[in-house]
């Protein structure tokens, strides 16, 4: 995983590179034998990305790559923990990559629309604490288990940017992909095979310091930028047999679903 991420940084910072900060909520819905519990909790996000090069020939190219990670164990709902007397808690955390390549349809000085070929990989992960015992002390869950899936996306992608004044610009920006990929739960040993859909909404504001600016101490170089933006992606993957318990019984889940939504402050630069 580390040198994955370390090639496509090599890869895509060649041109332009920025660095957002942010902290966001981060949902779970799933269950078994139609019997559903949610998890929501605060999640710290750290982005690596640039979210729309322009190339010549109206061709762009924008890529993203985000590790998330939750501070605290949070606790199941009581829909599940209603009919199973159990003690349960989570952390949850993961590594998001989008990659796009396109082609604006309309540019004209700093404003454009494209559209875009998107692909990339999605690995969250939930870890679960498990510190009661069940039926009478027979059946001791006193342990930890993580749940990991790894899927794979592809789908297409529209944007835009439009210039308010001379060193601001607002963007927006959509994907919709389809996406396949397993969902392992080491307390059983298995692996589970899933499909689904990605969807992700990305609105920001862009301020460009087009000139040096002397700050006494330093200077500020021209092409370095701050984005302020909000950002919503969501999975979906379609009757899956996941166990966000952590018990690891093999049943049928149905559809399990996640999403995330973060405020973001970022600074980049334009070589």
């Given at each position: 995983?580390?040198?994955t991420?370390?090639?496509?940084?090599l890869l895509?910072?060649?041109?332009?590179?920025?660095?957002?900060?942010s902290?966001g909520t981060?949902?779970?819905?799933?269950?078994?034998?139609?019997i559903?519990g949610?998890?929501?909790?605060d999640?710290?996000?750290y982005?690596?990305?640039?979210p729309?090069y322009?190339l010549?020939?109206?061709?762009?190219y924008?890529?993203?790559?985000?590790?998330?990670n939750?501070?605290?164990l949070?606790?199941i709902e009581?829909?599940?923990s209603?009919?199973?007397?159990?003690?349960?808690?989570?952390k949850?955390?993961?590594l998001d990559?989008?990659?796009q390549a396109?082609?604006?349809?309309y540019?004209?000085?700093?404003?454009?629309?494209?559209v875009?070929?998107v692909t990339?990989?999605?690995?969250p992960?939930?870890?679960t604490?498990?510190t009661?015992?069940i039926i009478?002390?027979?059946w001791d869950?006193?342990?930890?288990t993580q749940t990991?899936?790894?899927t794979?996306?592809?789908?297409v992608?529209?944007?835009m940017?439009?210039?308010l004044?001379?060193?601001?610009?607002i963007?927006?920006?959509g994907?919709?992909?389809?996406?396949?990929g397993t969902?392992e739960n080491?307390i059983i040993?298995?692996?589970?095979e899933a499909d689904g859909v990605?969807?992700?909404i990305?609105l920001?504001?862009?301020g460009?310091n087009?000139?040096?600016?002397?700050?006494?101490?330093?200077?500020?170089?021209?092409?370095i930028?701050t984005?302020l933006?909000?950002r919503?992606?969501?999975?979906?993957l379609?009757d899956?047999?996941i166990?966000v318990?952590?018990?690891?019984m093999?049943?049928?889940?149905?559809?399990?679903d996640?999403?995330?939504d973060?405020?973001?402050l970022?600074?980049g630069?334009?070589?």
């Amino acid at each position: 995983m580390k040198k994955t991420v370390l090639i496509l940084t090599l890869l895509t910072t060649i041109y332009s590179v920025e660095f957002t900060s942010s902290k966001g909520t981060y949902n779970i819905k799933a269950g078994m034998f139609g019997i559903y519990g949610t998890l929501s909790t605060d999640v710290n996000i750290y982005s690596i990305k640039e979210p729309k090069y322009k190339l010549d020939n109206n061709w762009f190219y924008g890529y993203d790559i985000s590790i998330y990670n939750s501070q605290s164990l949070i606790k199941i709902e009581d829909t599940i923990s209603s009919f199973f007397p159990l003690d349960i808690a989570h952390k949850v955390g993961g590594l998001d990559i989008n990659l796009q390549a396109g082609k604006d349809i309309y540019r004209q000085d700093d404003s454009s629309f494209g559209v875009s070929v998107v692909t990339g990989i999605s690995m969250p992960w939930i870890n679960t604490d498990i510190t009661q015992e069940i039926i009478s002390n027979l059946w001791d869950l006193s342990k930890a288990t993580q749940t990991t899936l790894n899927t794979y996306k592809f789908g297409v992608g529209a944007n835009m940017e439009k210039k308010l004044y001379n060193n601001i610009s607002i963007g927006a920006r959509g994907v919709y992909a389809y996406q396949t990929g397993t969902i392992e739960n080491d307390i059983i040993n298995s692996s589970f095979e899933a499909d689904g859909v990605y969807k992700e909404i990305d609105l920001s504001i862009v301020g460009i310091n087009r000139e040096n600016i002397d700050l006494g101490i330093i200077t500020l170089p021209a092409n370095i930028y701050t984005t302020l933006g909000y950002r919503y992606k969501s999975w979906r993957l379609d009757d899956t047999n996941i166990d966000v318990m952590g018990i690891g019984m093999g049943f049928s889940a149905g559809d399990f679903d996640m999403s995330l939504d973060e405020v973001y402050l970022g600074v980049g630069y334009k070589f």
